[in-house]
C-alpha cells in the first residue's frame, strides 16, 4: 500500500517538497521574525493533508470506475495520439489488468487514473 502510495502520488509529493523548500528558504531568512519559523510546522502539516486527501480521493475515483466498467457503464479515457482526445471502453473485450483497462486488438492500455465514468 505504500508502494502504491509513492508510485501514485510522485509528482505531487516533489511538488509538496519543492513548496516546504522555499518555506524553508524564506523563513529562516535573517530579516524574517523568530516566531515565524512557527509558520513551517503549519506549512508541512498542510502539504501532507493535501497528499493524503488527493491520495483518498485518487482511490475512490479509481474504485468508482472499476465499479461502473463491472456494471457496465462506457468509461471514457484520455488519449493523446487520437485526434478526438479520448476513447470509449464498454464491456465488449476490454479487461481491467493491473489498473488499466486492456484489450488484445488495440495497441496501448489506459491507466484508470485517466478515465471518467460517461
Not at 480521493?57 to 487520437?82: P, Q, Y
Request: hydrophobic fraction near 55%.
Amino acid at each position: 500500500m505504500l508502494t502504491d502510495f509513492f508510485r501514485e502520488e510522485l509528482v505531487f509529493i516533489l511538488i509538496a517538497l519543492f513548496v516546504f523548500a522555499i518555506a524553508v528558504f524564506v523563513v529562516t531568512r535573517p530579516f524574517v521574525e523568530v516566531n515565524a519559523k512557527k509558520v513551517l510546522s503549519i506549512i508541512g502539516i498542510f502539504l501532507l493533508v493535501g497528499l493524503i486527501a488527493h491520495y483518498t480521493w485518487r482511490l475512490h475515483h479509481m474504485e468508482s470506475v472499476k465499479k461502473a466498467f463491472a456494471a457496465g457503464k462506457n468509461i471514457l479515457c484520455i488519449d493523446k495520439t487520437n485526434k478526438i482526445g479520448y476513447v470509449l471502453i464498454n464491456r465488449g473485450e476490454w479487461k481491467i489488468v493491473n489498473d488499466e483497462f486492456v484489450h488484445p486488438e488495440f495497441p496501448r492500455a489506459y491507466n484508470i487514473r485517466q478515465c471518467v465514468v460517461e
